[in-house]
Nanobody
Framework: QVQLVESGGGLVQPGGSLRLSCAAS????????MGWYQQAPGMQRAMVAR???????IYAPSVEGRFTISRDNAKNTFYLQMSSLKREDTAVYYC?????????WGQGTQVTVSS
């Protein structure tokens, strides 16, 4: 069974940084486009970053220049490096394939940006 486990979230002050991790198991994801999805309070879940099997990346305008998505195929693991965090980044963050597979959603990891 596929499992995607997010970790690395927490409480951080504006301007701070966090690195989120997504540990994948159940199958090899090296050929998949992977994304990080953000669900802010009262909002729909939306993709903020994606990385192709070739390493090409695309970011939502709201995070462009501040977040970096990466992958380690040998570890079947994906990362989201978040810098210059803003209050507006407060959300639960999830990883999934692109487009997402419903059965793959994990618990997510909470990121709270607050002073």
């Amino acid at each position: 069974q596929v499992q995607l486990v997010e970790s690395g979230g927490g409480l951080v002050q504006p301007g701070g940084s966090l690195r989120l991790s997504c540990a994948a198991s159940g199958r090899d994801f090296s050929r998949d486009v992977m994304g990080w999805y953000q669900q802010a309070p009262g909002m729909q879940r939306a993709m903020v970053a994606r990385i192709s099997q070739f390493g090409d990346t695309i970011y939502a305008p709201s995070v462009e220049g501040r977040f970096t998505i990466s992958r380690d195929n040998a570890k079947n693991t994906f990362y989201l490096q978040m810098s210059s965090l803003k209050r507006e980044d407060t959300a639960v963050y999830y990883c999934n394939v692109v487009p997402p597979t419903d059965d793959y959603w994990g618990q997510g990891t909470q990121v709270t940006v607050s002073s």
